[in-house]
């Protein structure tokens, strides 16, 4: 009879401890795996600065697909005054980088003050073309990693027959190039033009 007492007990303790450790083998293995947190390279003021100078390109990116000369030279001023105060020493890289990355802001602001002096939207975009060929060149080489930015193209952007380059924070096609009011085409070119490259440094 004791031996039978002593067996239950021990059977009813080995139980108890194959639970607790199925447990703790359920808790550290959840059903759906965490995600990795996206860690930037650059440091949170950078990329702070570098979004809002994003953001005033975008905001004359759009004010051309609206035909509104008035907020894109508004957009255009506060992206120049935003190259300013990049933090430049805060840039990641050798001297090389860093130069480039210095010259490159300097072109930006020099053509984003260029378009508020434009006399007509046909010029602004013109200066829009140039202005995204420089801060296309300038986040690869900072190699900007808080978002995904959008090279996208317009086949016909002057003149019917020459190409016009622009960045977005969407892949979907808004032509900044051709716009909503059209003096021809009206809104019906606006999803004309095509997704040439995509920059996320996030995912490297």
Known sequence: MKK???LIIVLVIAG??????????EASQPGQPDQALKISKNSGSFNSAFAGLLNDYYALKDALVAWDTVK??????ALAHRTDSLPVDQIKGDSDIVNTAKSLIASVGSEAKGIVGEGNI?????????????L?????TVRYDAEIVYH?????????????????NSSKIVNPYLGDKHPTYKSKMLGCGEVVDSVNFAKK
């Open 4 to 6: 039978l007492v002593l």
């Open 16 to 25: 108890l401890v194959g639970w607790k450790l199925l447990s703790k083998k």
């Open 72 to 77: 894109a030279d508004q957009a255009a001023y």
């Open 122 to 134: 046909e010029q602004k975009r013109r200066g829009l073309n140039m202005l995204t060929g420089y």
């Open 136 to 140: 296309y060149d300038l986040i690869r």
């Open 152 to 168: 996208e193209r317009c086949p016909m952007a002057f003149n019917g027959e020459e190409e016009g380059f622009w960045l977005s």
